[in-house]
């Protein structure tokens, strides 16, 4: 299986993510914002692939996962968010990233984590 950066603001998102993902047999990193994302990364090693949310506070995911593909270029990369329209939307298709709407199910997890995962270089 594989590591896993998660990256949400809300708790028990977070926590419900990283509880469906260990189930599946995955390695995860989790973190409530950015920066403590970097330094989890920078403390654990790059990961395999990263699930974040959109709207964090500080910076946002779509910077994050610039930032994180500055150290690995084709990061596979997947937002789990309520916020898909106006720029928020065109920055984040610009990274080439899935997206999974919230509130998502865990087959939508699933599903998503796989077809990002087959799209990376």
């Given at each position: 299986m594989?590591?896993?950066?998660?990256v949400d603001d809300e708790q028990d998102v977070r926590d419900l993510i990283v509880?469906?993902?260990r189930a599946d047999g995955h390695?995860?990193?989790?973190?409530?914002?950015?920066a403590a994302a970097l330094a989890a990364v920078a403390r654990h090693g790059m990961p395999e692939?990263?699930?974040?949310?959109?709207d964090l506070p500080g910076m946002d995911g779509i910077e994050l996962l610039r930032r994180l593909r500055r150290h690995?270029?084709?990061?596979?990369?997947?937002f789990l968010t309520v916020l898909w329209d106006?720029?928020?939307a065109?920055?984040?298709?610009?990274?080439g990233a899935l997206y999974v709407r919230k509130p998502f199910t865990a087959e939508d997890l699933r599903?998503?984590?796989e077809q990002a995962m087959r799209g990376a270089g």
């Amino acid at each position: 299986m594989a590591r896993l950066l998660v990256v949400d603001d809300e708790q028990d998102v977070r926590d419900l993510i990283v509880k469906r993902l260990r189930a599946d047999g995955h390695d995860v990193i989790s973190a409530e914002h950015g920066a403590a994302a970097l330094a989890a990364v920078a403390r654990h090693g790059m990961p395999e692939a990263a699930i974040l949310d959109v709207d964090l506070p500080g910076m946002d995911g779509i910077e994050l996962l610039r930032r994180l593909r500055r150290h690995r270029a084709d990061l596979p990369a997947m937002f789990l968010t309520v916020l898909w329209d106006g720029e928020v939307a065109v920055r984040a298709r610009a990274t080439g990233a899935l997206y999974v709407r919230k509130p998502f199910t865990a087959e939508d997890l699933r599903a998503g984590l796989e077809q990002a995962m087959r799209g990376a270089g």
